[in-house]
């Protein structure tokens, strides 16, 4: 079994926005995977399906952002899961450029709230993420209000292939490929 979060705020006005990039990924596996991801359940929006012959439960917390860690506990209890080998998260982050990817085994918030209360509710470090570009903020301007504003129409076509190339990243920490993906998908951001 693996548990795929996805982070991100609910409600509609926060669709769209740099920090909801773990929801757009989650909503690009459902698609692809036909999985709905409707039934509320353990604080978030999940759905249960298949995906490359292994049972999967695709997660957007409802807690917003800073509580996310609240229902990746409730998913990480209920399914009894190994968290370092079947649980990944899929989150923005603002030191990537948009649409860039950076995948770990393991590590720190990195400044990320919502991964910070994940770490703080489950007691680890150790988990995969994928850290989807979302691109710097400008200077003097506040973080939450960056993280919380939408992407310009250029941004929006690199976050569509950023979407798409975590969806693939994902497939391959699924196969229990972590090692590869993090050579494929981090050296070829670095190289552009």
Known sequence: MFVIVGLGNPSREYKGTRHNAGFEVIDRIAEKYNILVNTKKHRALT????IQGKKVILAKPQTFMNLSGESVRRL????QIDVA???LVIYDDVS???GQLRIRAKGSAGGHNGVKNIISQIGGQVFPRIKVGVGEKPPKMDLADYVLGHFSKAEKVLMETGYDTAVCAAEAIME???E???N???RKKKEE
């Open 47 to 50: 759905g249960n399906g298949m």
């Open 76 to 79: 990480v209890d209920y399914y």
């Open 85 to 87: 080998k079947e649980l």
């Open 180 to 182: 590869a993906a993090m």
């Open 184 to 186: 494929e998908y981090n």
């Open 96 to 98: 990537l450029g948009v």
């Open 176 to 178: 229990g490929k972590i």
